[in-house]
């Protein structure tokens, strides 16, 4: 039985999301949290979002623009105490608490825009690449919303650098961040960027991805719903 054991693969759970109907996505989440515009593939062990799926529309882009001043971070308490990061785990580590899903998309909604400052969101990420790179794949998304009016977007983390610290709960720095967007017209761009100070001042276009090296990198696949059942 052992042996039988051993012979399972790694993808036995779909997370499927209403924000990108046509796709599943193998990978294993210990909670699935269903927030008001985005869905959370969430680990308890790393104590981070695993991956997080939203749509963007490119008429609500510039609806608001609702300021971030007085929001904070926030521990998610629909997640059991053992899964929780809070975040003073992130207080003088060197990392910056970096969002899955962006603010800067759902600030046309106070309600929504708080969500995003739930721990279940965030991350660690470098400041460099939080700040300057990873800001300009996220305002190259926005770019794509206004254009394409429709956005489905894939944000992740994957891989290990260590954690936060034993007294820090413990939280997974990730080695890779990655975003997955599928444009209506069908074209899907991707990109995947080390967790390095190093990237900031890159040009996003250095780190175009296949959608297939990202599940390579970080052990998971996207799949279409036709596929299934194959």
């Keep these: 039985m052992k042996k039988l054991l051993l012979l399972i693969p790694f993808f036995l759970f779909a997370f499927t ?44 882009i510039d609806a608001k623009n609702l300021s971030r001043k007085s929001l904070r971070f926030r521990p998610d308490y629909n997640l059991p105490t053992k899964c929780r990061s809070y975040s003073k785990d992130y207080s003088r580590t060197g990392f910056d608490r970096g969002h ?35 800001a300009k794949i996220e305002k190259f998304v926005r770019i794509q919303a206004r254009k394409y009016k429709d956005i489905r ?22 080695a890779y961040w990655y975003k997955i967007i599928f444009r209506p017209d069908g074209k899907i761009i991707s990109f995947l960027v080390p967790n390095s100070n190093s990237v900031g001042r890159d040009k996003a276009k250095k ?12 052990k998971f696949r996207v799949k279409e719903n036709n596929e299934f059942g194959k």
């Excluded at 800067?104 to 400052?117: G, H, M, P, S, W």
């Excluded at 991350?123 to 700040?131: I, T």
């Excluded at 780190?207 to 970080?218: A, D, F, G, N, Q």
Aim: hydrophobic content about 35%.
């Design 17 to 60: 999301s209403k924000y990108l109907p046509n796709y599943n996505i193998d990978i294993h989440c210990d909670k699935i949290l269903h927030k008001k515009a985005f869905d959370i593939c969430y680990s308890c062990k790393w104590k981070t979002p695993i991956l997080v799926v939203y749509k963007v529309d490119g008429n609500l």
């Design 100 to 134: 899955l899903a962006p603010n800067a998309v759902f600030d046309y909604n106070r309600a929504i825009q708080k969500e995003t400052f739930l721990m279940s969101n965030i991350a660690p990420q470098k400041p460099q690449l939080n700040r300057r790179l990873w």
């Design 153 to 174: 977007v894939i944000t992740g983390v994957c891989g290990s650098l260590g954690t936060l610290g034993k007294k820090r709960h413990n939280v997974n720095i990730p």
């Design 207 to 218: 780190y175009l991805s296949s959608v297939e090296e990202i599940e390579r990198v970080c």
